[in-house]
């Protein structure tokens, strides 16, 4: 029988690098560069709870939106961290990690025919789970001329018929380019003018470096407008639990929670149980993880500008985006050489959209030793 | 604590150059802020961390922890004792702690033999010394910080989103 896949899915899935995936999981002795969640181990208080969690029964299935003990902690959190108020009943859910309030949202909101602003280069989702839920992507292109930035008036521009809603991901994977309190208050001025709802996808909120995170639904008047998504993954080194919330206006949410008691029922009790532990007792160890990250980011932004590789330094996340076009390769076969010859895996831009070709993605959640053995390696690379 | 101790402390070996890299500082700052530290005794000494059971050396030591109660002395109180007990090079640290005893003292020794007989010909017939209590230590799990067994690494996949 010939089975006909859904033509929406046929479409997805970049083939080129799904098979540079499967070299670089295949090879050993590769020293990764391309790893996209934190080296660190989750904290062991947080492990430690869960693991009595367990020992005491915690099994079962949760309320679909989540444990209320979990909320009410988020909620607090918000209010104490950055003096915005969700309320922890109809205005909070708990989701499998970002990626799950991702898709949720954007099935929650459109309908045939409705457009979506996605910026680019972006996390690898953003595109499909637009196309999933029936929407088209406008992409908003971006380059290191503005800083890998989207700004005002190209998010104005774009706001054409149909054009319902903008995606935005700060601290950027894969850029690490974020955006001042400033700058989120000239974005959202076009937002409220143009009606848009925005899902803000801040998952790296708490490694910015230089300055502080302001999330979008603080901006007055924000609030209504936008679909606040964070995690525990990135922060408390976490990305196994897979553990998402989302905060937003009660319709959104309401309509979110519907799909998500259909599809997935509840997150699970063991990462909520991590999760009450990480934001009761976890900001030591999530801060001592940023210093580190600092650090490095300071090492592989100076070592890639001493081998000629332009790189500009993030504001957070742990990645950089450096340009690999002085080599004249494309990045799929700048990856692809360095891996055969040095043994270093890193992402090509190219996964992140068309106009990231001429990138590479270095993430510098590798310890110091590694990232050190690996500027080695590309330096001999380079010198070929 | 301040970063370049912080980064010392974790790896007394790193160069100037690569603290200055990692800090964002000039080489030249580092330097000079890390002869500072040496002069004024804020870095006292450049200690490599040995894990003698792996290495089954000369350096296997044992090692015990000895609650030493004392009675203080008028004007120096437990100075003056202290630094009797310290100044034996058996004896790896010391410290004056509050509880049921009052020096906690870490001697080391080649065997149990050497470590008894230091106990008990110097330290428990030492004036001042009222009584001792003796833990020979049987396995070190964790030391400055350091966990002394290779952990497990390398559980994430090389590549991901």
Known sequence: ?384 | MDDILEILSNDSRISPEEIAKLTGKSVADIKKAIKKYEKSGIIVKYKTIINHDLARDAGSFVRALIEVSVSPQKDVGFEYIAERIYSFPEVTSCYLVSGTYDLLVVVEGENIQTVSNFISSKLSPMENVRSTATHFLLKKYKEDGQVLKNTLSGKRLNISY
């Open chain 1, 1 to 384: 029988m010939e089975i006909e896949i859904s033509k929406i899915v046929e479409k997805m899935a970049p083939s080129g690098i799904r098979a540079f995936f499967d070299l670089v999981l295949n090879m050993k002795d590769v020293i990764s560069l391309g790893v996209g969640e934190p080296d660190f181990v989750t904290p062991w208080n947080i492990r430690e709870k869960v693991i009595s969690s367990l020992e005491q029964g915690y099994t079962s299935y949760t309320s679909n939106k989540g444990m209320p003990e979990l909320r009410k902690q988020i909620t607090g959190f918000l209010k104490k961290r950055y003096g915005l108020d969700y309320d922890f009943d109809n205005e909070v859910l708990i989701t499998v990690g970002v990626s799950e309030g991702l898709d949720l949202a954007m099935r929650a909101i459109i309908n045939p025919k409705d457009k979506v602003l996605v910026p680019e280069p972006i996390y690898v989702s953003y595109g499909p789970v637009v196309e999933l839920a029936g929407g088209t992507v406008v992409p908003l292109k971006t380059d290191i001329t503005s800083g890998f930035k989207i700004t005002p008036k190209q998010i104005d521009q774009a706001c054409t018929k149909g054009v319902k809603a903008l995606m935005i991901n700060y601290p950027c994977n894969p850029t690490g380019v974020s955006y001042s309190k400033k700058e989120l208050e000239a974005i959202a001025k076009v937002v409220k003018k143009n009606g848009l709802l925005v899902i803000s996808d801040e998952v790296y909120d708490e490694l910015t470096y230089d300055f502080d995170h302001t999330p979008l639904a603080s901006i007055n008047g924000m609030k209504e407008h936008v679909v606040y998504l964070n995690g525990f993954s990135k922060a408390y080194a976490m990305t196994g639990f897979r553990l998402g919330w989302v905060c937003g206006p009660k319709k959104v949410v309401n309509a979110m929670t519907k799909i998500h008691q259909y599809t997935i029922l509840c997150a699970s009790i063991d990462g909520q149980m991590g999760a009450i532990e990480a934001l009761r007792n976890g900001f030591n160890s999530m801060q001592m993880m940023k210093k580190e990250y600092k650090r490095r980011r300071r090492f592989i932004v100076d070592s890639l500008n001493e081998l000629g590789l332009s790189c500009h330094m993030p504001d957070g996340a742990f990645y950089v985006f450096p340009s690999i076009k002085s080599t004249g390769q494309s990045s799929m076969d700048f990856a692809q050489n360095l891996l055969k010859e040095q043994q270093v895996a890193l992402v090509p831009g190219v996964a992140f959209g068309k106009s990231a070709e001429g990138y590479v993605r270095i993430s510098y959640a590798s310890s110091y030793e590694n990232l050190k053995e690996a500027v080695a390696r590309i330096k001999k690379y380079l010198a070929k």
